[in-house]
C-alpha cells in the first residue's frame, strides 16, 4: 500500500518560516512526480509546487514564486517544501501528491495524481 504522510505544519507568524516534508512508501518514488497542494476553508485544493521525477525541473504557481521551494531526495523517498517570508494568505492544509504518468514531466493538476496523503496544518498569523 502506497502512503504519503506530510509533517512539518505548524503556526507561524507572518514573514516566518516552515519547511513540510513528505514521506512516501509502498512506491517506487523516483518513478513519480511529486507535487504539493494547499486547501484554505471554503476554497478548492490548489496547485502549489511540482518537481521533476529526476528533481530537475520544478514549477510554482505565482503567489509563491520566489517564497517556496520545492525538493526531493530519491535516496530518502522524500519530497520537501521550504516555506519562506509566510503571509496569512498561505494559511492551508497542505498535502503532498504522486503522479505515475510517463508522458508528463510536471503535473500541476489535482485530478492526474494517483496518490494523496492526509495533509498537514499551516497557519500563518498576522
Known amino acids: 500500500q502506497v502512503q504519503l504522510v506530510e509533517s512539518g505544519g505548524g503556526l507561524v507568524q507572518a514573514g516566518g518560516s516552515l519547511r513540510l516534508s513528505c514521506a512516501a512508501s509502498?512506491?517506487?518514488?523516483?518513478?513519480?512526480?511529486m507535487g504539493w497542494f494547499r486547501q484554505a476553508p471554503g476554497k478548492e485544493r490548489e496547485f502549489v509546487a511540482t518537481?521533476?521525477?529526476?528533481?530537475?525541473?520544478?514549477e510554482y504557481v505565482d503567489s509563491v514564486k520566489g517564497r517556496f521551494t520545492i525538493s526531493r531526495d530519491n535516496a530518502k523517498n522524500t519530497v520537501y517544501l521550504q516555506m519562506n517570508s509566510l503571509k496569512p494568505e498561505d494559511t492551508a492544509v497542505y498535502y503532498c501528491?504522486?503522479?505515475?504518468?510517463?508522458?508528463?514531466?510536471?503535473?500541476?493538476?489535482?485530478?492526474?495524481?494517483?496518490?494523496w496523503g492526509q495533509g498537514t496544518q499551516v497557519t500563518v498569523s498576522a
Open positions: 501528491a504522486a503522479d505515475r504518468n510517463p508522458n508528463v514531466y510536471l503535473q500541476k493538476i489535482r485530478g492526474y495524481y494517483d496518490y
Open positions: 509502498g512506491l517506487i518514488f523516483s518513478n513519480y512526480i
Open positions: 518537481i521533476s521525477r529526476p528533481g530537475d525541473n520544478v
